[in-house]
Nanobody, 123 residues
Framework: QVQLVESGGGLVQAGGSLRLSCQAS????????RGWFRQAPGKEREFVAA???????PVYADSVKGRFTISDNAKNTVYLQMNSLKPEDTAVYYC?????????????????WGQGTQVTVSS
């Protein structure tokens, strides 16, 4: 079993920045097999960022490309640096870990999910 815990959400003004963290515990799960999704009220959960199938290249949704950066560290923590935030980025952000061979942007390929962290961007 894998437990994922997100942190770093909050309230920020448009144009501001936040950094989300995702710490894993339990069964070892590569940080490169994790991704970020978000869900706004009344909307479906959508892909935000992850590493590609080989874990070598970060990939992003078009809506966040150039503003968000996914990274990891030697302690198996995954980060999502969010810059130039917009009100439309307001959502609950989830960290998730996908199955071996899963597609990075397909949420059905992710087996484990964190509880989510709220990000609110005011205009």
């Amino acid at each position: 079993q894998v437990q994922l815990v997100e942190s770093g959400g909050g309230l920020v003004q448009a144009g501001g920045s936040l950094r989300l963290s995702c710490q894993a515990s339990g069964r070892t799960f590569s940080s490169r097999a994790r991704g970020w999704f978000r869900q706004a009220p009344g909307k479906e959960r959508e892909f935000v960022a992850a590493f590609n199938w080989s874990g070598s290249t970060p990939v992003y949704a078009d809506s966040v490309k150039g503003r968000f950066t996914i990274s990891d560290n030697a302690k198996n923590t995954v980060y999502l640096q969010m810059n130039s935030l917009k009100p439309e980025d307001t959502a609950v952000y989830y960290c998730a870990a996908r199955r071996s061979g899963g597609y990075y942007s397909d949420y059905s390929d992710y087996l484990y999910w964190g509880q989510g962290t709220q990000v609110t961007v005011s205009s």
